[in-house]
């Protein structure tokens, strides 16, 4: 955390609001962002560390380095959202590339449906699960902008993050003689211990912001960590609730006003609680 702090500072690469003029600025003073570097590399050591390298696990491992250079790149030099959006994608298709995917889900009328029984012919002999495929990406990208939209102030997304990542490790212990879980639990640990550690450098005061890097990570790892444990995206859609339900309306509210769902605002509801009279650290205990 100090390292990247002083190296951003070095730089001049900071969150200034004197020299910006968004509406979704709350923050008052010049803030390193960087958030990214720290948590990508507690998580890829830890990961190297305690967890076997599979196909599976280098899969997430590419991934997440694609997104620690983009977040990189958002610090420094604010690429369009679209391309952000590209290299989520890339980053997504690097975990099915290692094997993860959403096989089934819950059918809310009863029964499993199964994603996997549609097969794409790609040549003779070979078939892709075309539809596993695509909804495992579309969850991945869901996860990770609709954290991206809860970041913005401080101690906000560390804390919720932290919270979604110990319930999904808790969980994991109910099936704990499945091998595959207790390699979700050590992973969830790990993203866990991640983001407490920048926490202590995000809380208010903040002394180093999240940035795009971290919480598209944090995003990308509750995806995995819920695709992991067997298609449990209803666990992932209760302990992200509120950032969820926050992106739902937010993007609803734009489309409404026919302006872009990507480009930001002071619709969240973070924002609201502010205007309603709570303060930074109290809406961060909110969510």
């Not at 390292?3 to 070095?10: G, H, M, N, Q």
């Not at 590419?62 to 369009?80: E, K």
């Not at 029964?111 to 892709?128: A, E, H, K, R």
Request: with cysteine; hydrophobic share 55%.
């Amino acid at each position: 955390g100090p390292l990247v702090i002083a190296f951003y500072k070095k730089k001049k690469w900071l969150d200034d609001p004197s020299t910006q003029s968004h509406p979704k600025i709350v923050h008052t003073y010049p803030v390193p962002r960087g958030g990214g570097i720290v948590v990508a590399v507690a998580i890829l050591l830890s990961i190297v560390a305690f967890l076997p390298l599979s196909n599976q696990m280098m899969g997430i491992m590419v991934g997440t380095v694609i997104l620690l250079l983009v977040g990189i790149w958002d610090d420094v030099a604010n690429p369009p959202p679209l391309l952000r959006l590209l290299f989520q994608t890339f980053a997504a298709l690097c975990v099915v590339w290692g094997g993860t995917l959403i096989p089934f889900i819950t059918n809310p009328f009863g029964g499993i449906l199964q994603l996997t029984d549609w097969m794409l012919v790609v040549s003779p002999g070979v078939t892709v699960p075309i539809i596993a495929i695509v909804f495992s990406i579309l969850w991945m990208l869901w996860c990770m902008n609709s954290v991206n939209f809860s970041t913005g102030l401080d101690g906000q997304m560390p804390g919720y993050v932290v919270i979604s990542a110990l319930t999904i490790a808790a969980l994991s212990q109910r099936f704990i003689l499945d091998p595959s879980q207790e390699q979700v639990f050590t992973l969830a640990m790990i993203v866990a211990g991640s983001f407490v550690g920048f926490l202590f450098w995000n809380v208010y005061p903040q002394k180093m912001m999240s940035g795009f890097g971290a919480s598209t990570i944090a995003g990308f790892y509750l995806a995995v960590l819920s695709m992991l444990s067997g298609a449990k995206l209803a666990t992932a859609i209760l302990v992200l609730a509120v950032p969820m339900a926050d992106a739902v309306f937010v993007i609803v509210r734009r489309l409404i006003k026919k302006k872009s769902p990507f480009y930001g605002d002071r619709s969240h509801f973070h924002h609201a609680l502010l205007d309603a009279g709570l303060s930074k650290p109290q809406v961060a205990i909110v969510y």
